[in-house]
C-alpha cells in the first residue's frame, strides 16, 4: 500500500526532529514515543548513538526530493543504449577545478582507473578475480605438452 506525500514528508520531519534531538545524545533515551508503530521504535533503539552523525540540509525533507522518488523522469525509449567515450581533457579539468589538486595528481590518482576503462575489451584472467592464498604454483603439471 502507498501512503500520500504529505504523510511522508511529516513523518520524515519527525526523523529529523528525533535525530537532532541533541538532549538526548549523551542519555540512554532513545527518544520512542507511545505513538511510534513497533519498526519505528526498534529503528530508534538501533539507531541511537549513531544519530549524533548525521547531519541534514536545512531543507529537509524536501518536497522536490520526494517526488523525484515518486515519479522519476525516466526514458523509455526503446533504442539501444550506448555509453559515449569519456572527455578525459574535460574530466581532469573538473576534478583540478573541484579538488585543488594539480592536473599531474589528478591524472596519477585517475590512472588505475583509465587503465581498467581502456581495457574492457581484453578477456579478464580468472586469477583477476581469484588468487590462491599462497600465490604458489597450484598444481604439478605432467604434460610435456603445458610445461
Known amino acids: 500500500g502507498g501512503c500520500d506525500a504529505g504523510a511522508w514528508l511529516d513523518a520524515l520531519s519527525q526523523f529529523r526532529t528525533w535525530a537532532q534531538n541533541v538532549a538526548e545524545w549523551g542519555t540512554e533515551s532513545t527518544g520512542v514515543s507511545l505513538e511510534d508503530r513497533r519498526s519505528v521504535a526498534e529503528f530508534k533503539r538501533a539507531h541511537r548513538n549513531f544519530r549524533a552523525q548525521w547531519s541534514f540540509p536545512e531543507d529537509f525533507p524536501d518536497p522536490q526530493v520526494h517526488a523525484a522518488f515518486v515519479r522519476p523522469v525516466v ?3 526503446l533504442e539501444p543504449f550506448a555509453w559515449a567515450p569519456v572527455d578525459m581533457p574535460q ?8 579538488t585543488g589538486l594539480d592536473e599531474a595528481k589528478v591524472l596519477e590518482r585517475m ?19 581469484m588468487v590462491p592464498a599462497d600465490a604458489g604454483d597450484v598444481a604439478i603439471v605432467r604434460s610435456v605438452r603445458m610445461r
Not at 590512472?111 to 578475480?129: F, S
Open 75 to 77: 526514458d523509455r525509449s
Open 91 to 98: 574530466v581532469v579539468v573538473r576534478l583540478v577545478t573541484s
Open 111 to 129: 590512472e588505475p582507473a583509465l587503465r581498467r576503462y581502456t581495457d574492457g575489451m581484453r578477456q579478464p584472467r580468472i586469477t583477476e578475480y
